[in-house]
């Protein structure tokens, strides 16, 4: 099967990314949850986020990332 938007194929090199861009901050910077989850969004939004090239998908993903922060750690 081909997907529809072949340009959307992702791998485990995209999630490595995440992860590294956590692993290069100072652990001091992660002083409360609420800022370690701003880092994890904003690499999440950078790796992926910025490969999107239709709003919608761009919105979807942003609702995926606040879904995923809203059932995991809460209000």
Same mark, same amino acid.
């Given at each position: ?27 001091e910077?992660?002083?409360? @949850?609420?800022? &370690?989850?701003?880092?994890?969004? +904003?690499?999440?939004?950078?790796? !992926? ?8 998908? @761009?919105?979807? &993903?942003?609702?995926?990332?606040e +879904?995923?922060?809203?059932?995991? !750690?809460?209000?």
């Amino acid at each position: 099967p081909t997907p529809s938007k072949f340009h959307y194929i992702f791998n485990l090199r995209d999630l490595s990314r995440v992860y590294h861009g956590l692993c290069v901050c100072q652990p001091e910077q992660f002083g409360t @949850k609420e800022a &370690l989850l701003r880092v994890w969004r +904003n690499e999440c939004l950078r790796v !992926f986020h910025d490969r999107l090239i239709s709003h919608e998908d @761009k919105l979807q &993903l942003q609702a995926i990332v606040e +879904n995923l922060v809203q059932t995991n !750690f809460g209000p």
